[in-house]
Structures are given as structure tokens and as C-alpha cells.
């Protein structure tokens, strides 16, 4: 079945960094998109980033420029390099993957931003 394991979350500072991991498994990992999600307390979950099979990236705009998706697929590992974090990225990041009709996520991890 699938599995998504996050891992990396924690306590960082406003202009720190920050390299979450989720380790996927169930399924052919090269051949599907994988994406990175986000709820913050009181918010809908919203789409953080997603990279294609062949590498292709997309972003919200709120991250452009400061995040970074990526993948490792020997490892069937997708990552998030956050850097410049800012405190509304505070929020409970999910990695996710759309597969045969079904969203599938992990349990997330959370990240908090705050001096």
C-alpha cells in the first residue's frame, strides 16, 4: 500500500533553513508527479509545490524564490528546501501523491517559524 513518511519538521528561525524528507513507498515512485502541501491552524490545506516526473517544478507564489522542491528517485525520496522561512510558513507540511483516482497522504510533519 502506499506510505509517505515525513521527517524534518521542527523550530526554525525567520531567515533560517530548513530541508524536510518524505520517504514514499507502495508504488512506482519515478513515474508520478509528488507534492508538498501546508495547513496552518484555521486554514484550508493549500498546495506548497509539486515536481513532475521529468523534474519540473511549480510553486505557490507565497514560496517562489525561497523554497525548493526536490527528488531523489534511487532513494524515492522527495524533499522541500525551505529557506528564508517566515513566520506564515508556520504550518503542518504534508507530502502527497495522486495516484489511480486517490490523493494519497503522509502524516506530516510540522514546522514552526519564530525568533
Known amino acids: 500500500q502506499v506510505q509517505l513518511v515525513e521527517s524534518g519538521g521542527g523550530l526554525v528561525q525567520p531567515g533560517g533553513s530548513l530541508r524536510l524528507s518524505c520517504a514514499a513507498s507502495?508504488?512506482?515512485?519515478?513515474?508520478?508527479?509528488m507534492s508538498w502541501y501546508r495547513q496552518a491552524p484555521g486554514k484550508e490545506r493549500e498546495l506548497v509545490a509539486t515536481?513532475?516526473?521529468?523534474?519540473?517544478?511549480d510553486y505557490a507564489d507565497s514560496v517562489k524564490d525561497r523554497f525548493t522542491i526536490s527528488r531523489d528517485n534511487a532513494k524515492n525520496t522527495v524533499y522541500l528546501q525551505m529557506n528564508s522561512p517566515k513566520p506564515e510558513d508556520t504550518a503542518v507540511y504534508y507530502c502527497?501523491?495522486?495516484?489511480?483516482?486517490?490523493?494519497?497522504w503522509g502524516q506530516g510533519t510540522q514546522v514552526t517559524v519564530s525568533s
Open positions: 515536481i513532475a516526473t521529468f523534474g519540473g517544478m
Open positions: 507502495g508504488f512506482t515512485f519515478s513515474t508520478y508527479s
Open positions: 502527497s501523491v495522486f495516484r489511480l483516482g486517490k490523493r494519497y
